[in-house]
């Protein structure tokens, strides 16, 4: 738990090596600090040398494992092997907790290096720092354990089911104050079945039930993210991520330009964790109409526009 100034210090010293001015190096402090409770979750690796941290590696928080948010290497370390056995410490980390994808939002001087340990660049996402700074955004794939849940598209069969994985998905919005969101009906099957006809589905099954959705529909020239679900038991095990990286290998595979959704703009599962996979706020003046007709359906619904906004993902 001591470690925490001195790894944040590092962190710093790091980010400096890059060129940056004293202010921005200093605007970064708030998210180049390690947290307490990565520490106590062993979600960081140090690399050390004589008892004196070279480099360390670190994990988002438990609801999002697949995020890595620090991987910096002291400045005298830099070139030495140091990052590159970090990442391979982490990548082992990462598979034995059964993680499928690790997302990286790289700082652009650090782009090359996660290219060449096997990521692959998946978009943009604006920086936590300055929102009109855009930063790489990466994936690296893991290899699932045998075990890991299978994606799939849906069957006819399982769709009553995926609406009571709903409901149970939903009860997350009670510890954000959203009663009202978690009591909701979930769709009804025949919504389900339009989807399966126009659009598409895809579930994830551990032991062949259902334990994650995404569904999607077609919209504009893309696709629309009509929901995307995980049974709380599976949550922060990377679930959400394969789906939707699913949904996003379905779009290139025909065509469409983008995939577009609704969603609470502030609830952590919600806009941020969108905003970490490459999604972008799409401002009002620039949605089109069907984007606009979704909104207006959502506030007919009882869902506050206020706290919600249409965020769009490019597909490449």
């Known amino acids: 738990m001591s470690e925490g100034p001195a790894l944040t210090a590092l962190a710093m010293r790091s980010k400096a090596h890059w060129g940056y001015d004293a202010r921005f190096i200093e605007d970064c402090r708030p998210v180049l600090t ?111 354990p045998p075990d890991a849940p299978t994606i799939g598209p849906a069957r006819p069969d399982e769709l009553a089911r995926l609406a009571a994985l709903e409901i149970r998905a939903g009860q997350r919005f009670r510890a954000v104050g959203m009663p009202a969101i978690a009591d909701a009906p979930p769709r009804a099957v025949a919504e389900f079945e339009e989807a399966l006809a126009h659009g598409a589905i895809f579930v994830a099954r551990a032991a062949g039930e259902p334990v994650g959705f995404a569904m999607v529909e077609p919209i504009d020239a893309g696709l629309h993210l009509e929901e995307l679900s995980v049974d709380p038991p599976w949550g922060g095990q990377g679930l959400g991520t394969r789906l939707l990286e699913r ?19 502030d609830v952590p599962w919600n806009g941020p964790y969108y905003r970490r996979r490459g999604f972008a706020v799409v401002p009002e003046a620039d949605c089109t109409a069907a984007l606009r007709a979704r909104v207006r359906l959502e506030a007919a619904a009882g869902l506050d526009r206020a706290l919600r906004v249409v965020m769009r993902r490019p597909i490449g």
């Open 247 to 265: 949904v996003a290998q379905h779009a290139r595979a025909i065509g469409a330009a983008a995939v577009t959704l609704t969603t609470f703009a």
């Open 34 to 144: 390690v947290p307490h409770d990565a520490l106590a979750d062993r979600r960081i690796l140090v690399a050390e040398r004589g008892g004196r941290p070279l480099g360390f590696i670190g994990f988002g928080r438990p609801e999002e494992p697949p995020e890595v948010t620090f991987l910096f290497v002291d400045p005298p370390a830099i070139g030495r092997g140091v990052g590159r056995a970090l990442w391979g410490a982490g990548r082992a980390l990462a598979r034995r907790r059964g993680w499928a994808a690790l997302m990286v939002a790289a700082d652009p001087d650090a782009a090359p290096f996660y290219r060449r340990v096997g990521c692959a660049p998946v978009g943009e996402v604006a920086s936590e720092v300055r929102p009109d700074r855009r930063l790489p955004l990466l994936r690296y794939t893991l290899d699932p």
